[in-house]
Every structure is written in structure tokens, then in C-alpha cells.
């Protein structure tokens, strides 16, 4: 008589697969990770939005810089220090202006830009000290109001 007998390949206790247990851990583990990753991803990102604007403020300060020393006159009357808001002025794209009027223009103009470039964008000038001129642009970042300077010599 022949008997078929069945042998048991692993040893006594060895287990003949995946538990479940060993299954969910694994799961959570993966989980874990991936949403370590997708935290980094937003980190970056909000970081890489914040390079942007601090870049698009660094090139509205250089502009005005810029219109400022193109327009010597208006450095000599001080009329970029006593500006704010929407000065009114003429168009100096269309017509012919002073250098007064062009100064007003040229705030006017990039502030207006600063509103559309930056979230919250506002520019100022001021005089800290003798001859010297600070470019100013501030913009929202969250909760946060994050601003560039920038001191320069007009001449």
C-alpha cells in the first residue's frame, strides 16, 4: 500500500507568509512617508513662491532707481521724497512733461505696478541720511509683510 504523505517545506512555527499584521505595518509605513514627502513638496513650494516675489521686488526697486537718477531735476527739487498714494499728474506717455510732473508719473506708474506685480504691493521713497535715497516695496506673504530696501545715491 502505498500512502501519500504531505511534508511540511518549513520547519515547525516558520510562517507561510505575510500576517496581516506585518501587511497594515508596512502600510502605515509607506503612509508615513508619503506624506512626509508631500509635506516637503508644500514647504517648497511656499518657499519657491517667496524667492519670487522678493525677486520681482528686488526688479521694481531697481526700475525706480533707475527713473530716479534718469531724472536728475526732480532729485535737486526733492520732489520723489514728497510723494504718496496716487499723486496726481499728467500722462507722460501721451504728452510732454517737466521734471516734476515725470516724477509724479514715475511713482504713480510704479506703484501701480507694485499693486499688480506683487500680492498687496505699495512703494515708497524716503531720504535717511544727507543724499542718499531708500527705495522701499512691501507686499502680504501670508500673515507676514515681508519688505525690500534699497539705499542709493541718486547722483
Known amino acids: 500500500m502505498n500512502s501519500t504523505h ?92 517737466d521734471p516734476e510732473n515725470m516724477a509724479r508719473f514715475d511713482f504713480r506708474e510704479w506703484n501701480r505696478q507694485n499693486a499688480s506685480m506683487l500680492p498687496s504691493g505699495t512703494g515708497d521713497i524716503s531720504n535717511p541720511a544727507g543724499n542718499m535715497y531708500q527705495v522701499t516695496i512691501t507686499w502680504a506673504d501670508g500673515e507676514a509683510t515681508p519688505s525690500y530696501s534699497l539705499t542709493f545715491y541718486p547722483r
Open 6 to 97: 504531505k511534508q511540511n517545506i518549513f520547519p515547525a512555527g516558520w510562517p507561510g507568509g505575510y500576517t496581516l499584521i506585518e501587511t497594515l505595518i508596512s502600510l502605515f509605513l509607506l503612509t508615513t512617508a508619503l506624506l512626509g514627502l508631500a509635506a516637503l513638496y508644500a514647504i517648497s513650494l511656499k518657499s519657491s513662491h517667496g524667492a519670487t516675489m522678493h525677486d520681482l521686488a528686488t526688479m521694481q526697486g531697481m526700475g525706480m532707481v533707475e527713473r530716479i537718477r534718469a531724472n536728475p531735476s526732480a532729485v535737486d527739487a526733492g520732489t520723489y521724497l514728497g510723494l504718496s498714494g496716487e499723486p496726481s499728474g499728467t500722462d507722460c506717455t501721451t504728452a510732454h512733461c
